[in-house]
């Protein structure tokens, strides 16, 4: 009975394993310890398109790919020593072709290799298409960045195809634009594995329909987009054809580039793999052309704007360096705050100050623009409008006394009143008329009170301009006599003549005295 009742559980284990076997979603193959298959379900036989006879003749090495053999055969040996190996790989199909499966491979309790093989295809199409869009994706975002900074056209154009390449994965891309006289589409800038490819063919014709039958040239003038995504078998790219396959280039878009409805030019691109450009990538794509359009757009605009910008630079920077070299020293203040905006370095050399203290200060607080009066002179500009000039004696906030001769008006700067505030520093020449005033005070004494006769006499004129109070008395004239006088009416006629030639060799430095007239 015992015996009876083991018979009946192997053969209902027998029958489950077999039911297992046969309707399992996964291929299965059994191999013995040389790696001869003994046994495979139907799931296997389909995915590989082999009879059962025809798999239960071959090796497990047999389907391993010629480039993965021995690393197949390091993973087999694993398997017979326990080892629990899995992972993705490819296997040979009986046509040839090779098919992506994922394998979990172990031994069982009899020495047998056992396999599951998942067919990955569909998970690796789908892989392999985010892949391209992940990259397309990458295109986009990288080229809106560089929009966004760029404001040259040929920098545009080179980092678009620079970008197609480094993170689109491309093999190459090129920009063309129309030349209007020549009616041709001139290679501009290109990026990736170009080798000559655009030497070799030549000129492309952008409005004969004849001649510029090419991608480039029916994507300009159609103003859409040409694709050829087996470029080995497009009879469209037979012209290019063996010069694009050295190359590598197997698939292939021209898209138009147009700004405000014109055509300018063409932005092509080259995949290394066939069938790369489905609608999804073609859409991403276009939207990468849209932006180099409205980009371009934007830089024209700004060139239009710029050279009206340019002279307005120009006069501001011509006035900031004025103003900033300028011997005059200049500061500005907003009315409404008071803050100084504005102080050229002649200001800080003028009255003591850095920059930044200048700066910081607001003209309604400053104590010495109300002790001197600079207040009051402000307060009558702003109110005004009027020009205010005044020369200003006093000591400035910074402890030095300074004369300046003050010139104040009021402006409006970006809609808001200022002050304008110019001055000069006078404080030498103030030092030098007070020198000479006290200098004159002190000649006019000791001239006044000599005991000798002095007349002073206008070289040229010979007439007496100034005469002391012993002369006056000596010649009996008054000073306002004198002034009236020359050097030929106080002298003999006999004696002028030596007079003039001693008062002209004087004036010579022939002589410094002469005696004895």
Not at 77 to 98: F, P
Not at 194 to 213: C, H, M, Q, T, W
Not at 369 to 387: F, N, P, Q, R, Y
């Amino acid at each position: 009975m015992a015996i009876n009742g083991r018979k009946t559980t192997i053969t209902k284990n027998e029958t489950n394993y077999r039911t297992f076997f046969e309707f399992a979603s996964d291929g299965i193959f059994i191999a013995d310890n040389d790696g001869n298959y003994t046994d495979v379900n139907e799931i296997g036989l389909k995915m590989l398109g082999y009879t059962r006879k025809e798999l239960l003749q071959l090796n497990l090495k047999d389907l391993i790919p010629k480039e993965k053999l021995e690393i197949g055969i390091k993973r087999f040996s694993e398997i017979r020593n326990g080892k629990i190996v899995s992972g993705e790989q490819h296997l040979i199909c009986k046509d040839g072709t090779l098919l992506p499966v994922e394998i979990s491979a172990s031994v069982l309790p009899n020495g047998s290799l056992i396999g599951m093989v998942r067919d990955i295809t569909g998970r690796k199409r789908s892989e392999a298409e985010i892949e391209r869009l992940n990259r397309v994706y990458e295109v986009i975002s990288q080229i809106n960045q560089m929009v966004v900074r760029t404001n040259k056209s040929e920098i545009l154009f080179s980092e678009a195809c620079r970008i197609a390449i480094d993170y689109g994965k491309f093999r190459m891309a090129w920009i063309g634009l129309i030349e209007e006289k020549k009616n041709t589409v001139k290679p501009i800038v290109w990026s990736g594995v170009e080798d000559g490819y655009l030497r070799e063919v030549k000129i492309i014709p952008a409005f004969n329909v004849a001649e510029g039958s090419g991608p480039t040239g029916t994507a300009i003038r159609e103003g859409k987009y040409i694709i050829s995504n087996d470029i080995a078998n497009d009879l469209f790219m037979l012209p290019f054809r063996d010069e694009a396959l050295k190359r590598g280039y197997h698939s292939s878009i021209s898209l138009p580039i147009i700004i405000q409805g014109k055509t300018i030019g063409a932005f092509n691109i080259y995949a290394s793999e066939s069938h790369f450009f489905n609608e999804k990538e073609i859409q991403s794509l276009l939207e990468v052309t849209n932006n180099i359009a409205f980009a371009l757009e934007k830089i024209e605009d700004e060139n239009y704007h710029k050279q009206a910008e340019l002279k307005k630079d120009y006069f501001l920077n011509f006035n900031k360096r004025l103003i900033e070299n300028s011997p005059i020293g200049i500061l500005m203040y907003n009315v409404s705050s008071g803050q100084c905006v504005l102080a050229n370095e002649s200001v800080g050399k003028t009255i003591g100050a850095t920059t930044e203290k200048l700066l910081a200060q607001n003209f309604w607080k400053i104590p010495s623009w109300k002790d001197s009066g600079l207040l009051k002179s402000a307060e009558l500009a702003i109110e005004t409008v009027e020009s205010q000039k005044f020369t200003a004696h006093f000591t400035t906030t910074f402890g030095k006394n300074v004369w300046l001769d003050c010139r104040m008006v009021s402006m409006f700067v970006e809609g808001e009143k200022h002050l304008l505030l110019m001055i000069t520093d006078i404080t030498e020449r103030k030092h030098a008329e007070g020198a000479l005033k006290e200098s004159e005070e002190k000649f006019r004494t000791i001239f006044d009170n000599a005991s000798d006769g002095i007349l002073l006499a206008d070289a040229e004129t010979k007439k007496f301009v100034m005469g002391n109070k012993m002369i006056c008395t000596m010649l009996g004239y008054n000073n306002n006599e004198i002034i009236n006088l020359s050097v030929a009416d106080i002298h003999p006629k006999e004696d002028l003549p030596a007079v003039i030639e001693a008062f002209e060799k004087q004036i010579k430095k022939e002589i410094q005295i002469a005696e004895n007239l």
